[in-house]
């Protein structure tokens, strides 16, 4: 039977339940105009970040005639690839990618480990003065990269055993012109040590509590346990240790002078002297510099929003 048959005579109906508005309200003036002016900021925004390298990778497919006559036209009367051409027959710029690639890959990989060992002794071990590394660490941050860098250089300069150095780093050129000049001084960067220490201190202490009870290692620990779940950090740390090592111009221009040790930064500077720019080699090599980086940023964000949602639903 129904539930109006049970009911008792004379009791009111059950209320109906209350209908859904399907009609939203109007924007007011105020509404109007702010969703106007956010749309078109957005538009401007895109339009200024987006236009430059449009225009950068039209140029560098025009022929050295059309550069500077129609250097406004986005569009390449005669696309040519000539300009990328030029770049690996008329000079070594294979040798510059290559060099760059292994000063930015080291450096993710040092970095990556180093920093991570490092951030995890502050972060899970418990010795005298803990604190006052971590503060130095962060006094380090602090300091431009300008001031260190004659001593960094002498350092590096007179390197024991290195480069033809003797005992006590005389007599050769000890890293200069290496790429340990380039990795060595950044192997475990400030930067690296306090994001990963942040990192590990979010992780929960009864994880290495219990491994210790079944007799692991400290470094058994930090590599089995804490480093799988920091990959969301590692992989953050990574892209951004890639992009500066890739991106890196002042340091390696004055610890790298051996032609055949430049940089895809410091190789793009050689097109522009004191009486022409090579334009259309330079905005090419431009172009070529910048895809490492873009594939590194995409590929590593998949990774990186994985991560983070499972670690948002532990």
């Not at 109007?32 to 956010?38: H, I, P, Y």
């Not at 339009?47 to 050295?64: A, G, Q």
């Not at 450096?107 to 130095?136: I, P, Q």
């Not at 895809?264 to 090419?284: I, M, W």
């Amino acid at each position: 039977m129904s539930a109006l048959a049970t009911a008792p005579a004379g009791a009111p109906a059950p209320a109906s339940a209350p209908q859904q508005l399907t009609t939203s309200r109007p924007l007011t003036a105020r509404a109007l105009t702010g969703k106007v002016v956010w749309t078109l900021a957005v538009v401007l925004i895109s339009v200024t970040t987006v236009l430059p390298l449009v225009w950068t990778l039209s140029t560098s497919l025009k022929p050295e005639g059309e550069i500077l006559s129609s250097y406004l036209q986005v569009v390449p009367e005669n696309p040519t690839l000539a300009n990328y051409v030029a770049l690996f027959t008329d000079g070594p710029f294979g040798r510059y990618l290559a060099n760059s690639a292994v000063i930015a890959l080291g450096g993710v990989v040092t970095n990556l480990f180093f920093g991570g060992l490092a951030g995890y002794a502050l972060a899970k071990l418990h010795f005298r003065g803990r604190g006052v590394v971590f503060s130095l660490f962060l006094g380090s941050m602090m300091v431009p990269g300008i001031i260190t860098m004659v001593p960094t250089f002498l350092v590096l300069r007179h390197f024991p055993l290195a480069g033809g150095n003797d005992l006590f780093g005389e007599g050769g050129a000890g890293l200069i012109n290496s790429y340990g000049a380039v990795l060595v001084p950044f192997a475990a960067g400030p930067f690296a040590v306090f994001f990963m220490r942040q990192f590990f201190q979010a992780l929960p202490d009864e994880l290495g509590d219990a491994a210790r009870i079944d007799g692991a290692s400290e470094f058994r620990i930090f590599w089995n346990i804490y480093l799988p779940l920091a990959r969301a950090g590692l992989a953050v740390l990574g892209v951004l240790t890639f992009q500066a090592g890739w991106n890196s111009f002042l340091w390696p221009l004055i610890a790298l002078n051996d032609p055949e040790m430049l940089t895809v930064q410091v190789g793009l500077a050689g097109y522009v002297n004191e009486y022409q720019t090579q334009y259309g080699p330079l905005l090419a090599g431009t172009i070529l510099a910048s895809l490492p980086v873009l594939l590194v940023f995409v590929v590593a964000q998949r990774y990186i929003i994985e991560n983070f949602a499972h670690s948002g639903t532990k």
